[in-house]
Structure formats: C-alpha cells, structure tokens
C-alpha cells in the first residue's frame, strides 16, 4: 500500500477527530473568530496551493448564506492587491509557514486588518501572529495534502457556519455520521476503480463541478499533477460548456461532480451527451442513477451544501489508483518540498522541511 493511499484511507477518521475537536475545545475559537469577521467591512478567504482549494469549499458556505466573501489566491493577494482597513482574513495552511502566507501575515498587520488562522501548526507564524487560531488538530500526510485539505475545508467551514449562524450541535451528529458513512464506502470506491476502463494511462481528464465540489475538482486536478504525474484541466460546469467544449473527443475522459438538488437534470443531460460522443464520464454524487455514467461513485447523505467534505475522497483513490497504473511514485516528490520558502524557480526536495 502506497503512503498516499493510507493517507486517504485513515482520512474520514482523522476528520473525526478534527470535527469533535472543533465542537469541544475548540468552539470558543470559534466563536471569538465569528465575532471578529462579522465586525469586518471586507472578508478575504485565502490560501495557496490545496489550501486554496479548500477556501472554495469554505466561501461556497458563506456565499450560500448570503455573506460576501472575495477568495484570492495567497500569492495574488500578497502582490496583486492592497487590503483596506477593518477588512478580515481567513488564512487557511497546514504549515503555516509557506513564504506567501508569512508575508500575508505581515501585509495585514502592517494594513490593520484581522487575521483568522486556520492550520495545523500551532507554533507556526501563522497561528501566533493570528488575532485568532482555529486548530486542525489532525494528522499530517506523508506529502500530498489529503487529510489536510479536506481538514482545513472542515474547520473554515464550521467558522463559516458560526459566522452564518448555523453551527448547530445537528450539524456536527449529520457531519459525523457523513464521515463514519465515507469509512465504510472506502472498500467498495476502490473494487469499482480495479481495472475500469474509464482509467487510461495517458488520457485527457477533465474534472466539472458546480458550487463547493468545485473546491473537490480543483483538488482532484492537483492530485493528477502531483500523484500521478498527469496533465488535467478543471472548469465549473458551467463554464465547459462556453467554448471548451470543443476539446470533446472519444478519448476524453470527464468527472462529473452533480450536487444533490441543484442544476442534477441539466449535468445528468450533460453527461449523456459527452456519453453519445464517446467521452467516458464518472459521476460524483448522491442518489445517482447507475446507469447515468461508464463510472459512478455514490457518495454519503451530507448536510445541505457540505457534500464537498466526502465527495473529494473517490478522486483522491482514483488518482492514487491511477500513478499506480502508470507506474510513477506517488508518495516522492521531484520538485517541491514539503514548505514553500521561496518564491523563484522550481523548488526540491533537498530543502524540504516538515512543519
């Protein structure tokens, strides 16, 4: 068994624990950083690399509650962009020691703008500068961010929640039971990937999604790059179908992420239409019909809008199944370390270092 794939494997337990950690200890955390973000004028929610990814999780929840938030890239809004005052950031990092996220440290001190830090480092830059830390409190991964994405998206989540008021005692039992439902689906998620044709060592994939599974395609497009070694492209499925579209062809594979009542009749046509050209098409979601697709996952019953949390993990063993495949080792890295502390060139691993 490969590290990544344990690492996917002991994640839904893992995610337990940073859930109860966030409903015990650390709910006074939360509250405190609630309470700071809803006396800001502007709210940035940002990260770097899969820790941006899951700040698309996280400003799903918000915007779905009718809160405005601006997600930014950390490096983009480190160069690109001057924060106003009284303005909030939600810093989502594993480490917290990644050369843009210390910089952003300094750019909101120096701006006057609170700093709400979500990580797993609590003696990190990040988490003792930060006007409020909210713990991960889960394992780290041997390299690839798997556990750590979706723990950095579950915790900004509950904040989100707090802040929308909807961090309920309901939410976290619907959580935890989504979660011990992902365990057991592990086994079965993998026989389906054995052999399936919808694999194919050098094949286009294309990763579709609408609202916070779009922070699962994103994800899953890193996965390919970083594990498998394969070149992917991710799109909103919406936006696919305006000009790329194009590049459909019978050697085109798609994932198909469908949200459990939101646009369902509109991507399941979708799907049987890149099906009538040849396209092979995994299906991501809830109440799936089987035949809808050459591939489908079915993932657990979720709390509304938070299927996000479980409906990455199919990806996550399909790019794991798929390095395997092809034969690249998908536990060493090439090319970046562990931390990013600079920010020119191609990284390795001879500086990489554990935070």
């Avoid at 994640?11 to 966030?22: A, I, R, V």
Wanted: hydrophobic residues 45%; glycine residues 8%.
């Amino acid at each position: 068994m490969t590290k990544l794939l344990e690492n996917i494997c002991a994640q839904p337990g893992e995610l337990g624990k940073s859930l109860s950690h966030s409903f015990g200890p650390g709910r006074d955390a939360l509250k405190q950083a609630a309470e700071l973000i809803a006396d800001a004028r502007q709210i940035y929610i940002t990260g770097i690399g899969s820790s941006w990814h899951a700040g698309m999780a996280v400003a799903s929840l918000f915007e779905y509650e009718g809160v405005p938030v601006l997600l930014k890239d950390a490096s983009e809004l480190l160069h690109f962009a001057r924060l106003p005052e009284q303005s909030a950031l939600i810093i989502l990092s594993r480490s917290g020691m990644s050369v843009e996220v210390v910089s952003l440290v300094e750019n909101a001190e120096a701006a006057g703008a609170t700093v709400i830090g979500v990580t797993n480092t609590p003696d990190s830059r990040l988490a003792t500068r930060a006007d409020v830390t909210l713990r991960v409190e889960a394992a780290f991964d041997h390299h690839i961010s798997v556990t750590m994405y979706s723990a950095l998206a579950l915790v900004g989540g509950l904040l989100a929640a707090a802040v929308t008021g909807t961090l309920t005692d309901r939410l976290h039992r619907d959580l935890q039971k989504a979660l011990e439902d992902a365990q057991k689906a592990l086994g079965p998620w993998q026989k389906r990937l054995q052999g399936h044709p919808w694999f194919a060592q050098e094949a286009s994939a294309y990763f579709l999604a609408r609202g916070g599974s779009l922070a699962s395609a994103h994800e899953a497009r890193m996965l390919w790059e970083e594990g498998a070694k394969a070149p992917a492209s991710v799109l909103s499925t919406g936006g696919f179908r305006h000009g790329s579209q194009e590049i459909v062809r019978p050697d085109l594979r798609v994932a198909l992420w469908l949200d459990v009542a939101r646009m369902r009749h509109e991507d399941l046509a979708l799907a049987a239409d890149l099906r009538h050209r040849g396209v092979k098409v995994a299906l991501i979601g809830q109440n799936l019909p089987g035949d809808a697709a050459d591939l489908v996952f079915e993932v657990p019953a979720a709390p509304d809008r938070w299927q996000f949390l479980t409906d990455v993990i199919p990806a996550q063993l399909a790019a794991e199944y798929l390095a395997r495949l092809r034969g690249v080792d998908c536990d060493n890295l090439k090319y970046r370390p562990y931390i990013i502390d600079s920010e020119g060139g191609l990284s390795y691993p001879g500086l990489a270092r554990r935070g």
